[in-house]
């Protein structure tokens, strides 16, 4: 296993290959971080750096580069069913449990989602609250909110990936001096 790191819009996103899949992509401070790894770059993470470049550029809606996320029968069972939201869209967690075949199972759609190890390319970004409100996502609400405006076509010019670019970089300096405030 090897990582990197790839310098996004919505913060710096560590990404993880097992030499034939993404393992992971996480963002910066994440709740379950990777296990020590080395780091390094191979065809799988140059192929998702370029895929993410296209994607916060608006030119890439699917994401081809293979994953392999580890977690129970359930997780990737919601996992899979995250890739076939088509792009600019969302779905509930409701209908994200009916999709899997589990109706009653919304929270732990949501538990799932929550555990997800290879954000923004299995988009649980894309799900939402029943009553149409953004909910619960480890990279926080205003990278929800920057990624679905992204896919609604809300942020399209080359002018704003780089004040978001900035913006981006400016917030997660400004989350590490606050935590290292906090103790």
Known sequence: MISSVYDSPIGPLTLASNGAALTQLEFENPKHPL???????????????RELDAYFKGKLKTFTVPVAPQGTEFQRKAW??????????????????????????????GAANGRNPVAVIIPCHRVIGSNGSLT?????????????????GELLSAEDYEVATALAHRVSVGDRASKSRRG
């Open 136 to 152: 619960g996502f480890g990279g926080g609400m205003e990278r929800k909110k920057f990624l679905l405006d992204l896919e609604q």
């Open 35 to 49: 296990p020590p790894v080395a780091p390094g770059n191979d065809k799988i993470i140059e192929q998702a750096k």
């Open 80 to 109: 899979a069913a995250l890739q076939k939201i088509p792009y600019g869209t969302t779905r509930t967690y409701g209908q994200q449990a009916k999709v899997i075949g589990s109706p009653a199972a919304s929270r732990a759609v």
